[in-house]
């Protein structure tokens, strides 16, 4: 799954009421001061097409559709049920000047659970493996209330010796604290005026780097685990699986028979199922 090689790779945090606090990474973000209560507390990167002065590991291409690879060290990892954006990127004088969401589907902003990292990224990419897309997107007619994504939702499941257990809460799309042209603005000058500080990173000056790419997978925050979701970490052959989905046409109990006999409707599902795997 290379297809999205020469994309940049970033993703939000704090952009869901709670999850931070439920994720123990309040403390890490105690200095970001944001202009607004509810904004998000930056944008990190996962991926980066090009070699660049950020940390290496974040050259190698870590997006699967089917596996999540746990690290070498004895690390927890924890599942983060997320809406991924497919975006275009456009720049005017060599300047980043216009996002453009295409298409959204069910990610995995899989992470390490450590105390004290230096940055975000050092917990986000460890590999091949280490990220998840589903292969089935939707395309999106307006990035704007009324559009498409209004009538969806996420939820999350794990399935651990054959039992499928609810992971993130299951909530609509529009429950994301920036969303539609809030959160592209929000986005756009967080890229331009973001800081070396604390636990983000200068993101113009890698986007700069990379040669300014044209195309950009963008994570826009995780969802809060349900209760079994916040205490329970990946160990080998659970199984993750994130569903977008249209909740104006299945109802919850339909949801969750889905994933307990694995039958999907791709029209109005977009499903990332991944094997953990070492």
Request: proline share 4%.
């Amino acid at each position: 799954m290379k297809k999205y090689q020469n994309f940049l790779g970033l993703g939000i945090a704090g952009n869901f009421a709670l999850h931070l606090a439920q994720a123990g990474e309040l403390e890490e973000f105690k200095d970001i001061i944001t202009s607004d209560e509810a904004a998000p507390k930056g944008l990190f990167p996962f991926y980066l097409p090009k070699p660049t002065s950020a940390n290496k590991n974040l050259n190698t291409y870590p997006l699967s559709s089917n596996y999540i690879k746990l690290p070498k060290e004895d690390v927890n990892i924890q599942a983060e049920p997320e809406v991924a954006l497919v975006c275009d990127l456009e720049y005017t004088a060599g300047k980043l000047s216009k996002i453009s969401p295409i298409s959204f589907g069910a990610y995995n902003d899989c992470s390490i659970r450590i105390a004290g990292a230096n940055k975000i990224s050092d917990k986000k990419n460890w590999g091949e493996h280490s990220k998840g897309i589903s292969n089935t997107l939707f395309k999106i007619d307006t990035f704007t209330k009324n559009g498409i994504m209004d009538e969806y939702s996420i939820a999350s499941f794990l399935r651990r010796d054959d039992k499928v257990h609810a992971y993130g809460e299951d909530v609509k799309l529009t429950g994301y604290s920036y969303f539609y042209e809030k959160l592209t603005d929000w986005i756009l000058n967080q890229l331009l005026t973001q800081k070396d500080f604390g636990p983000l990173e200068p993101l113009n000056k890698y986007i700069n780097e990379c040669n300014n790419p044209s195309q950009a997978i963008i994570s826009i925050g995780a969802t809060r685990y349900t209760e079994y979701g916040e205490r329970t970490f990946l160990k080998k052959d659970d199984e993750v699986i994130i569903i977008v989905y249209k909740h104006t046409h299945i109802s919850d109990a339909e949801l969750l028979a889905s994933v307990q006999t694995n039958e999907y409707n791709p029209k109005i599902m977009s499903v990332l199922s991944q094997k953990v795997i070492v």
